[in-house]
Structures are given as structure tokens and as C-alpha cells.
């Protein structure tokens, strides 16, 4: 079991529904992050956040909402999602940001239908 | 960001071998890169990091090489076992950054 529990694994979804993913962290770690996975793409960074500021939102659609209520939790709240952000949500922390490793969760396997 | 690539989608080797897993980067402001493995339906898992004022780093089986003349790095895996099996990802970054740059992965099959 990892250090980082994502929840739901899998989800699908129509594009007028709203869902929200989940991601907990068990490190005491101070940063945490959304990444989006595509096949055939590498890994994107979507959101981070620091000590729950975010800092980085990396021109990722408003039909994606973050919220980091304190440093171990972080929501990615979805709304009117098109069928191309098919793909998996992956949640990770670091201890700081910059200079330490970043450890992942599962992931969340969305379906926009 | 800079374009962090793998030199080999795939990679295939024979239980008990070497493997070798290659990475390009192209931003001479990283100094620090990470390998990550992932299984199928799992995240990504670190493996081991290596900072820019060092060229060799070992953990357990595990080797990675860094040549920052050429800006390359290497992953070696020794006695390569079935559960190696999976994707291999680099990753680079900076002490201040916070968005690592991840390669497309090098997908690493052990045959028996």
C-alpha cells in the first residue's frame, strides 16, 4: 500500500455530470500535486500545491477545480469534462517542493462518455 | 519546459541479464533526475535519484549513471528478474522547480 491513497480507482462519467476525485497522503509531507497520464503523452503537470497554496496551475481548463483543504488532503473537482480528458488522474506529494523525490498514488481511471 | 526524451520505447532481456534503460534531457539548468517504475494499474513508483554533483549512484540491483557533458542518463538493472517488468520513466528537475519534466517511458519485458 502506498503512502498516497487515491479514490475512486475508476470513474465514469457523463459530460454534464460533476465528480470529484480524491487523494490523501499518510507522508506529513508538505507539497502535493495533480498529473494528468494520456496514452502515448508523458506525464502533465496540472496543479500544485504548497503548505495548501497552490502554485502552479499549468493552463489546465476550468472545468477542472483543485482544492487543498490542509496539507494531507487534495480534491480535483470535475464538471462538463469532454470525452479527450479521458485519462488517469494521478495525485503525488513531496516533501518540498523542488529537490526531493515525488510518490505517487494509483490514480484515479476516468472515462468521459 | 525542456524535453526530457528515452532513447528506446521497449526493451527486452532475458531473465537474469542487464538492463539498460536510456535517457536524453536537453536542459543544462536540471540538476536533479529521478527513474520511476510503473506497473500496469499502479502510480508511479521511485526507484532511485541522483543529484548533478554526482555521476553514479547505486541502490539495490539498481544503478543509475549521470553524464552531464552529454547530458545523459542511464538506468542499470542488475540480474533482471520478471517482477522488473514494466514502464521506466526519467524525470529532471531543479532544486527550485516544482514541475518535474517526465520522459514517454521505456516499457522494460523480461522473457524467461
Known amino acids: 500500500e502506498t503512502g498516497v491513497t487515491q479514490t475512486p480507482r475508476h470513474l465514469v462519467m457523463g459530460m454534464t455530470n460533476k465528480k470529484s476525485l480524491k487523494c490523501e497522503q499518510h507522508?506529513?509531507?508538505?507539497?502535493m500535486y495533480w498529473y494528468k497520464q494520456s496514452a502515448k503523452k508523458p506525464l502533465e503537470l496540472m496543479f500544485v500545491?504548497?503548505?495548501?497554496?497552490?502554485?502552479e496551475n499549468n493552463s489546465v481548463p476550468s472545468r477542472f477545480s483543485p482544492e487543498c483543504p490542509n496539507s494531507s488532503h487534495l480534491f480535483l473537482h470535475l464538471h462538463t469534462l469532454q470525452p479527450e480528458d479521458s485519462a488517469l488522474y494521478l495525485c503525488?506529494?513531496?516533501?518540498?517542493?523542488?529537490?526531493?523525490?515525488?510518490?505517487f498514488g494509483n490514480g484515479t481511471r476516468l472515462t468521459v462518455t | 519546459g525542456e524535453s526530457v526524451g528515452l532513447h528506446l520505447p521497449t526493451l527486452s532481456v532475458q531473465e537474469g541479464d542487464n538492463s539498460i534503460i536510456n535517457c536524453a534531457y536537453s536542459?543544462?539548468?536540471?540538476?536533479?533526475f529521478i527513474w520511476y517504475k510503473q506497473e500496469s494499474g499502479k502510480g508511479p513508483q521511485f526507484i532511485i535519484d541522483?543529484?548533478?554533483?554526482?555521476d553514479k549512484r547505486q541502490g539495490q540491483r539498481v544503478t543509475v549513471l549521470l553524464n552531464k557533458t552529454v547530458k545523459h542518463l542511464s538506468l542499470q538493472i542488475a540480474a533482471t528478474q520478471p517482477g522488473d517488468s514494466a514502464v521506466y520513466f526519467c524525470?529532471?528537475?531543479?532544486?527550485?522547480?516544482?514541475?518535474?519534466?517526465f520522459g514517454p517511458g521505456t516499457r522494460l519485458s523480461v522473457l524467461p
Open positions: 500545491y504548497n503548505f495548501k497554496e497552490q502554485t
Open positions: 503525488a506529494s513531496s516533501q518540498d517542493i523542488g529537490n526531493s523525490p515525488l510518490h
Open positions: 524525470a529532471e528537475g531543479d532544486n527550485y522547480g516544482q514541475n518535474f519534466v
Open positions: 541522483i543529484r548533478s554533483n554526482m
Open positions: 507522508l506529513g509531507h508538505n507539497a
Open positions: 536542459n543544462s539548468a536540471s540538476d536533479y
